[in-house]
């Protein structure tokens, strides 16, 4: 079955930093792929998402490349704040009645 | 604000009882889809509704079941309740099914 697999956490940074959370994917068909990020005590925002191969998605800073050789979506950003300390999912939809999420990254920026 | 209402935000109850949970989509959102978000299961789909029609089904338990009103607002109801189904429960609506989903803040439930 379709699957998401992403890097563990809690991933600590200082502000400033570089970050890359790592995610990769197991799909039937042909995929849409997703980053939402989940704020404390909220729902689930998307951030970015690509729908076909070597499209890049972005958003406030954030990006990811749809790369269909190595299966993988990662998420990265040149200059992390506090302000984007939360909760980081991975997800993918083949036939658009569902995303199928990864486990989620904790990201902790410290000032 | 996503424009996806959720009540009641949270609910405390006991094994054995039943509840239902709201949602209300995004105006002009036809599709509504509700997922799980535990600990130990991570953020799982549920079911996913379209202009009243069940489209699609995921792991959700025979206690559970779910209905979309012709106003196109949405109940999730569980019966039976067990510490298991601790959980927060999301909604989310799209325009159609392959549009990008706009989730609700959720319904944290606390079984007893």
């Known amino acids: 079955g379709d699957s998401v697999t992403q890097m563990e956490g809690p991933v600590t940074l200082s502000e400033e930093a570089f970050l890359t959370i790592n995610c990769t994917y197991t799909?039937?068909?042909?995929?849409?792929l997703f980053w939402y990020v989940q704020y404390p005590g909220e729902g689930l925002q998307l951030l970015l998402k690509a729908t076909k191969a070597d499209d890049k998605g972005s958003n406030k800073g954030f990006e990811a490349t749809y790369r269909k050789e190595t299966t993988s979506f990662h998420l990265e950003k040149g200059s992390v704040q506090v302000s984007d300390s939360a909760v980081y999912f991975c997800?993918?939809?083949?036939?658009?009645?569902?995303?199928?999420f990864g486990a989620g990254t904790i990201l902790r920026v410290k000032s | 604000d996503s424009g996806v209402t959720q009540t009641p935000k949270h609910l405390i109850t006991a094994t054995g009882q039943r509840v239902t949970l709201r949602c209300s989509p995004r105006?002009?959102?036809?599709?509504v889809y509700w997922y799980q978000q535990s600990l130990d299961q991570g953020l799982q789909f549920l079911i996913h509704y379209y202009n009243g029609e069940e489209r699609a089904k995921g792991n959700i338990l025979e206690r559970f079941s779910a209905q979309q009103f012709p106003d196109l607002h949405s109940e999730l109801n569980l019966s039976s309740l067990e510490l298991g189904d601790s959980a927060l429960y999301f909604c989310a609506s799209s325009v159609e099914p392959a549009g990008e989903q706009f989730f609700g803040p959720g319904t944290r439930l606390t079984v007893l």
């Open positions: 105006s002009g959102d036809l599709s």
């Open positions: 997800a993918l939809s083949v036939y658009g009645n569902k995303l199928v």
């Open positions: 799909a039937t068909g042909y995929p849409s």
